[in-house]
């Protein structure tokens, strides 16, 4: 049966270049390369754990084993999002991610605005409570990320870059995004999947350093 994780691994390997891209031109180029590691490893334990939970099982994956700053914030993402469907709440996607938010906002003392996958996250979250559908809630996220262009960061390695990085989104927004799209579109089968979320994403004009 396909999952979620699925999805979202077959779409970020789909995006790695342009993941690539953008934090090559606004922090030090991984993200792209954690985040597909991340989700391979997590289909292959997921594959091997099948009683058990995809999200619970991604979230330890990421947390444990997944490097860079992002690693670690996923997995908070991820076991929130997992202990939310646990509980058999209908509402799980709204309070998983408010969960996951606050959960990183703790841990890594961001807020919204400082240029990070917070500024995803939390839009997400935001709009997943007025109960709208979990592909108009990608869709807040998406748009989200995209803006992050015109932030300066306050927070993570783009803060180190200044303002050569607007013009540019968040790579960790953008992988929000990607995975919020992921748990959405139940419809699309891993094979379309990087395609179609590749397709939403604009290439950076700035060439790379």
């Keep these: 049966m396909t999952h ?47 009683h058990e939970d995809p999200f619970a099982v991604t979230a330890q994956v990421f947390l444990d084993e997944v490097g860079g700053t992002s690693g670690p914030l996923l997995g908070l993402l991820f076991n929130e999002l997992a202990k939310a469907r646990a509980s058999g709440d209908p509402r799980w996607l709204s309070t998983g991610l408010e969960a996951g938010a606050a959960a990183i906002q703790r841990v890594g003392e961001a807020q919204r605005g400082d240029r990070t996958l917070l500024d995803a996250l939390v839009p997400a979250a935001e709009a997943a409570k ?17 803006d992050t ?29 990607i995975l919020l799209w992921s ?15 590749t397709a939403l994403l604009p290439r950076p004009a700035s060439p790379l350093r």
């Design 183 to 197: 748990i959405a579109h139940e419809d699309i089968a891993p094979e379309a999947a990087g395609a179609a979320v």
């Design 130 to 146: 007025a109960d709208i559908a979990p592909s108009a809630v990608a869709d807040v996220a998406l748009r989200a990320a995209l």
């Design 4 to 50: 979620a994780i699925q999805r979202a691994t077959a779409a970020a390997l789909g995006a790695h270049v342009i993941l690539t891209e953008y934090d090559q031109l606004s922090g030090d180029g991984d993200f792209g390369d954690n985040l597909c590691e991340g989700l391979q490893r997590a289909v292959r334990q997921i594959d091997a754990r099948p």
């Design 149 to 177: 262009a015109a932030f300066t960061a306050r927070r993570g390695r783009s803060s180190y870059v200044g303002a050569r990085a607007l013009g540019v989104p968040d790579p960790g927004a953008v992988g929000i995004a």
